[in-house]
């Protein structure tokens, strides 16, 4: 019964190469979102969707694409991998503004990036 | 601009001992959220509470308290008698407006035997 899941777990990959992480949930959340957590453990916010419109996107670098085929899935396509994406990923998603549970986000297991 | 700031970094404690992880925040928006995330050795992200600016009252849950004062913005975590299974990153995080989490740095608490 998971909530939100995220694949790959761990991706390794070497500079240069393109590669997408995908994340689903089974909630019936309207909205999603994407987080990098640095080295640091420093967790910012990337994209985020409401019912696949791009709500939320903050200063990443283009190579960065977020898609969005349906309200259930939200995908992170990275173009060019350099050294400083190494991170986790993690998606989540949260009911939206509609709902008296907004805000609450619910997170996925997260991806581990290493580029190389 | 939405700040949250966790000024301890890192906590050591024994185990039963009690302990407040602290959390101050800033924003101009007059209705926003404030949240506790736990981070475990493993990984996820796992939620602890919300409280909506509305909401001062002090909440309890098992061996978890929050206090939130508005007057000096701040969103307290306090855990009693503390375990080890409690050694974990704690996040706390701000949404105003915007849908989005503004996460503060995160304290690691390690809880030893």
């Known amino acids: 019964d998971t909530a939100v899941s995220q694949t790959p777990k761990y991706l390794v990959t070497q500079m240069g190469n393109d590669k997408s992480i995908k994340c689903e949930q089974n909630?019936?959340?309207?909205?999603m979102y994407w987080y990098k957590q640095d080295s640091k453990k420093f967790l910012k916010i990337m994209f985020s969707?409401?019912?696949?419109?791009?709500?939320i996107n903050e200063t990443v670098p283009n190579r960065f694409s977020p898609k969005s085929p349906d309200k259930a899935h939200l995908n992170l396509h990275i173009n060019s991998l350099e050294l400083g994406d190494s991170a986790v990923y993690f998606c989540?998603?949260?009911?939206?503004?509609?709902?008296?549970?907004?805000?609450?986000?619910?997170f996925g297991p997260g991806t581990r990036l290493t580029v190389l | 601009a939405q700040k949250v700031t966790q000024a301890q970094t890192e906590i050591s404690v024994v185990e039963k001992e009690d302990v407040t992880l602290d959390c101050v925040y800033e924003?101009?928006?007059?209705?926003?959220?404030l949240f506790w995330y736990k981070q475990p050795p493993s990984g996820e992200l796992v939620f602890l509470i919300r409280?909506?600016?509305?909401?001062?009252q002090n909440e309890i849950s098992g061996r978890y308290s929050w206090n939130f004062q508005k007057s000096t913005s701040s969103f307290n975590f306090t855990i009693t008698a503390s375990q080890v299974v409690d050694s974990a990153v704690y996040f706390c995080?701000?949404?105003?407006?915007?849908?989005?989490?503004?996460f503060g740095t995160g304290t690691r608490l390690l809880v030893s035997p």
């Open positions: 409280r909506n600016s509305f909401d001062e």
């Open positions: 909630l019936g959340h309207d909205t």
């Open positions: 969707y409401n019912n696949k419109e791009l709500i």
């Open positions: 989540a998603s949260s009911q939206g503004q509609t709902s008296g549970r907004a805000d609450e986000q619910f």
């Open positions: 995080a701000l949404r105003g407006r915007l849908q989005k989490l503004v």
């Open positions: 924003t101009r928006d007059t209705t926003y959220y």
